[in-house]
């Protein structure tokens, strides 16, 4: 077993970097606005070719969880859980919720974006942003 690791490529290392900043970004793109995560070459919705580095408003509401009760990498050991989070702005991000663990329901939770140092490396995570 390993640590987990980031792949960079080409279209994605300024969202890396963005994060090494505290300052979540993504591709927006430069003809109808529409975010690309993960980023990529061509907007999905207008195939322009245009865009831009955004900053994140860091809020977004919990789709579902896991709690992985089994180690797949050194550095995430079990139990962790895993969220999928719809950022106001439309795409969705699998991370990790950080914090108080929501008592009950998780799914429409809202979230707030946060960083954290993870090795040699920073990570986006979110945690609670609401009380029930």
């Given at each position: 077993m390993a640590n987990s690791q980031p792949v960079v490529a080409l279209y994605d290392a300024p969202m890396w970097e963005s994060l090494s900043r505290e300052r979540m970004q993504l591709q927006s793109c430069g003809h109808c606005g529409t975010l690309r995560y993960p980023p990529g070459p061509i907007c999905t919705t207008c195939t322009s070719l245009d865009y831009r580095w955004t900053d994140l408003s860091?809020?977004?509401?919990?789709?579902?969880?896991?709690?992985?009760?089994?180690a797949y990498f050194d550095d995430h050991p079990p139990p962790y859980n895993a969220v999928a989070v719809r950022l106001d702005e439309?795409?969705?991000?699998?991370?990790?919720?950080?914090?108080?663990?929501?008592?009950?329901?998780?799914?429409?939770?809202?979230?707030?974006?946060?960083?954290?140092?993870?090795?040699?490396?920073?990570?986006?995570?979110?945690m609670l942003s609401e009380q029930p």
């Open positions: 860091g809020g977004g509401e919990i789709l579902s969880w896991v709690r992985f009760h089994r439309g795409p969705i991000v699998v991370s990790n919720l950080i914090g108080p663990e929501p008592e009950g329901e998780w799914i429409g939770r809202r979230v707030s974006l946060v960083y954290r140092r993870h090795l040699d490396r920073t990570q986006h995570a979110f």
